[in-house]
């Protein structure tokens, strides 16, 4: 992410809370039904906002849930059973 795609995201991100909270508390009871309606209408104006900026480019990048991160390419060394760089080894041989 960009800091142009941060700086966007994160006004409106604010604007839409402060607008929605206005509205929800408004036409909601207080207590668990004002909170799922506040979270159901926030996603409902941040998605199309992220889904926005990440078509203008402001926003890239693949989320993978439970996965290592790639190294980097300083990070890779010659040889095939060299130990990545960012594990600690016992210093004990193969």
């Keep these: 992410m960009n800091s142009r795609g941060f700086a966007i995201l994160l006004v409106f991100a604010v604007a839409a809370s402060i607008a929605l909270?206005?509205?929800?508390?408004r036409f909601t009871p207080p207590g668990i039904q004002r909170t799922f309606w506040f979270g159901v209408g926030l996603?409902?104006?941040?998605?199309?906002?992220g889904w926005y900026a990440e078509r203008r480019g402001w926003v890239h990048g693949v989320w993978r849930a439970g996965s290592d991160p790639k190294p980097a390419a300083?990070?890779?060394t010659a040889g095939s059973d060299?130990?990545?760089?960012t594990r600690q080894s016992s210093g004990e041989p193969k």
């Excluded at 996603?43 to 906002?49: D, G, M, Q, V, Y």
């Excluded at 060299?82 to 760089?85: G, K, L, R, S, V």
């Design 21 to 25: 909270g206005l509205i929800v508390e």
């Design 43 to 49: 996603a409902a104006i941040i998605f199309p906002a």
């Design 74 to 76: 300083s990070d890779l």
């Design 82 to 85: 060299a130990a990545p760089t």
